[in-house]
Nanobody, 121 residues
Framework: QVQLVESGGGLVQPGGSLRLSCAAS????????MGWYRQAPGKERELVAT???????NYAGPLKGRFTITRDYARNTAYLQMDSLKPEDTAVYYC???????????????WGQGTQVTVSS
């Protein structure tokens, strides 16, 4: 079973920062585009940001400039740095991995269990 393990969520005041982490197996991490999505109560899951194996990034328009996605091949971990947080950023944040290269792991689209981010004073 593919595991993406997220961490780093929590409660933060408006204007604060959080860094989310998503740890994956080496096989998954070295064959997949990594991404972050979020889902607020009563809303559909939406893209936050993605980063390819080559490091090309893509952001949801309104989040560019406040959020930064990176990946560390030494740790097989993707990160989402979130700055200048707003109450509307409150959501469950999900790590995602989508295959770019073949691997022996079944499937081609993987999800983490989600981590809650709450922005409130």
């Amino acid at each position: 079973q593919v595991q993406l393990v997220e961490s780093g969520g929590g409660l933060v005041q408006p204007g604060g920062s959080l860094r989310l982490s998503c740890a994956a197996s080496s096989t998954i991490f070295r064959s997949c585009t990594m991404g972050w999505y979020r889902q607020a109560p009563g809303k559909e899951r939406e893209l936050v940001a993605t980063i390819t194996l080559g490091g090309r990034t893509n952001y949801a328009g309104p989040l560019k400039g406040r959020f930064t996605i990176t990946r560390d091949y030494a740790r097989n971990t993707a990160y989402l740095q979130m700055d200048s947080l707003k109450p509307e950023d409150t959501a469950v944040y999900y790590c995602n991995a989508v295959k770019e290269l073949w691997s022996a792991v079944p499937g081609d689209n993987y999800w983490g269990q989600g981590t809650q981010v709450t922005v409130s004073s």
